[in-house]
């Protein structure tokens, strides 16, 4: 696998980050369909996971961070 796929100018975008975007946009597909076949979508329930899915993002995206400098403490002593 390419861990690089292609960089424009100073951005280079990684096949991690792809793979993670794409895990998050299917997961959350399949949770509005199954959502649907429960017969559970209306408005409201569709904004409420619009709203959830916001929040674990950003949960991750900060835990992810907070892991990562618990672990990696030593280099961020001064």
């Known amino acids: 696998m390419f861990p ?3 960089q424009i100018g100073p951005f280079t975008f990684h096949t991690y980050e792809l793979l993670v975007a794409l895990g998050v ?3 959350f597909q399949i949770l509005l369909h199954l959502a649907k076949s429960e017969g559970r979508r209306t408005h409201e329930t ?3 996971l619009y ?3 916001f929040f674990l993002v ?3 995206i ?3 961070r907070t892991f990562f400098v ?3 403490w030593k280099n961020f002593e001064s």
């Open 4 to 6: 690089i796929l292609f």
């Open 25 to 27: 946009i299917l997961g």
């Open 46 to 48: 569709e904004e409420s």
């Open 51 to 53: 709203r959830l899915l």
């Open 58 to 60: 950003l949960g991750g």
């Open 62 to 64: 900060l835990g992810a």
């Open 70 to 72: 618990f672990l990696e």
